[in-house]
């Protein structure tokens, strides 16, 4: 049932993320998301089966068997044509924050609830799923705002970096999946402590 509930909760998480990649680009002028169906919370045509079911499902598991570990997935990135925003300079960075913002949103919702609500009285389990929901939520959050192809965070940082800069953009550009996947294998624990630390700032209490 846990694992259920963890799928679940990462499912709708990265959907909600990708919807709202698509909702500010198309308040924005721009309409490709939309077009596409691509502003609709069910998560069938957002789902991919890899990165969505497959990837995730087998890292919970995994997880549940062993002592924890790296648990992330992705859905179909949404369709945004950057030539259509109206904000030419800071529109792709907006629609880029707002898949994390709503992951941190929806973080600082359910961490309220956990922390101001009597939910051990209501339901014991209230608790845990929330604490999945925001803990799930942050690491979305801090993940996809590392500045680093393809995530989020590379567009945020591009559309800031100085011309002067170019050289990192280039290299982030060719090699930023290696970057990643050492940041992933090698600094986990570190973002991992960042994740603790704002699930701790919200809810009040550690959840590792």
């Known amino acids: ?3 259920i509930f963890l799928i679940a909760i990462l499912i709708f998480s990265v959907v909600i993320h990708e919807v709202s990649h698509g909702v500010v ?5 721009d309409p490709t998301a939309k077009n596409a169906g691509r502003l609709t919370l069910n998560p069938i045509p957002h789902l991919d089966p890899i990165g969505s079911i497959l990837l995730p499902g087998f890292l919970i ?6 002592s924890g570990g790296i648990i992330f ?3 179909k990135p949404v369709p945004v044509n950057p030539l259509n925003l109206r904000d030419k300079k800071y529109g792709s960075a907006l629609v880029s924050l707002a898949g994390p913002g709503s992951n941190l949103a929806i973080a600082v919702i359910f961490g309220l609830a956990l922390r101001f609500l009597p939910l051990v009285e209501l339901n014991p389990a209230l608790v845990l799923i929330f604490s999945y929901i925001v803990l799930l939520n942050i690491f979305l959050a801090v993940f996809n705002l590392l500045p680093i192809p393809p995530l989020d965070g590379s567009h945020i940082l591009f559309t800031f970096l100085p011309r002067s800069f170019d050289a ?3 290299f982030l550009s060719r090699f930023g999946i290696f970057v990643l996947l050492f940041i992933i294998f090698f600094f ?5 402590l960042i994740v603790n630390f704002i699930f701790t700032l919200i809810v009040g209490t550690s959840f590792f």
């Open 73 to 75: 997935g992705w859905a």
């Open 188 to 192: 986990f624990s570190f973002i991992s």
């Open 1 to 3: 049932m846990e694992f």
């Open 168 to 170: 990192v953009r280039i």
């Open 25 to 29: 680009a198309n308040a924005l002028g």
């Open 61 to 66: 598991l995994m997880s549940q068997l062993g």
